[in-house]
Structure formats: structure tokens, C-alpha cells
């Protein structure tokens, strides 16, 4: 079976809970190809500016679940947790926002080298943009 590309897949951010400084979200991409598709392991991230620059961006890969092998039928969606912070840290900027705003993440399937964006709605990601994340799994329900 096929790998899931950029080009089959299409995705959003869901804020799922904020507090104490961190923000938990989802990153669920859906599969809007011709045929099933699988996914195994992490997404790579780049925070991108209103200009379309990038943004510093520090993908942490740890959080659970870990990878596992997920099929994706059309139309059917994959889930990984997130989490980043708004809380000033090492090399943040110590006067106004922590980094500049980004408007948009762009993602890159595992072991896949072509990406596509979804907007980002959160405002800045504090500690140089470190977003903490998990592999992709099928989300309960």
C-alpha cells in the first residue's frame, strides 16, 4: 500500500485545552486521495510568517503514542497530540512576543520530502518554536 503524500492529505489544528502557559492541540490530517493510504511515524513542521518566511520551528518528537503503522481508507483521518508553549524561554525574545506570529504550519508526511500548509490560529510559539509531538495514530470514535 501506497504512503500517505502531500498531496492526498489535507489538515487542520484543534486546540484542545490551554493553560498554565502550554497549549495541547491536535494535528488531523484526512486522506482526500483516490485510494488508502498509510502513515508511520512523525510529521515534520515549519512555522511560516505572513510573508511566507519561515519561522523558527523545533519539532520535538516525544510524546506518546510512539509510531505505528496506520491505514488511512479515503476519508479517513489520522490524529497526533501537540504541545507548545506561550511562556517566554531561552532565546525568546524577553520584550513583547516571545517569536514572530505565524499564520500557517506546513507539514511533511513521515519519511516523505513534499509539504502542505494549514492555517495556525495560536499566535506565537514560545522556546525558539518548539512544538512537542507524537507519531500519528487513528483517533477513538
Known sequence: MARCTASVLRG??????EGAGQRIGLLVVTNVGGGSCTLYGFSGLQLIADDGQAL??????DLDPGPSTVT??????AAAHM????????????NGPCQPTP????????DETEQFQVPWTFGPVCEGGRIHLSAYYVPPG
Open 72 to 77: 488511512l481508507p479515503v476519508g479517513g483521518i
Open 56 to 61: 523558527p520551528t523545533q519539532a520535538q518528537w
Open 12 to 17: 487542520a489544528v484543534i486546540l484542545a485545552d
Open 83 to 94: 504541545r507548545w508553549s506561550v511562556v517566554p524561554g531561552e532565546g525568546d525574545s524577553p
Open 103 to 110: 499564520i500557517a504550519l506546513r507539514l511533511i508526511p513521515p
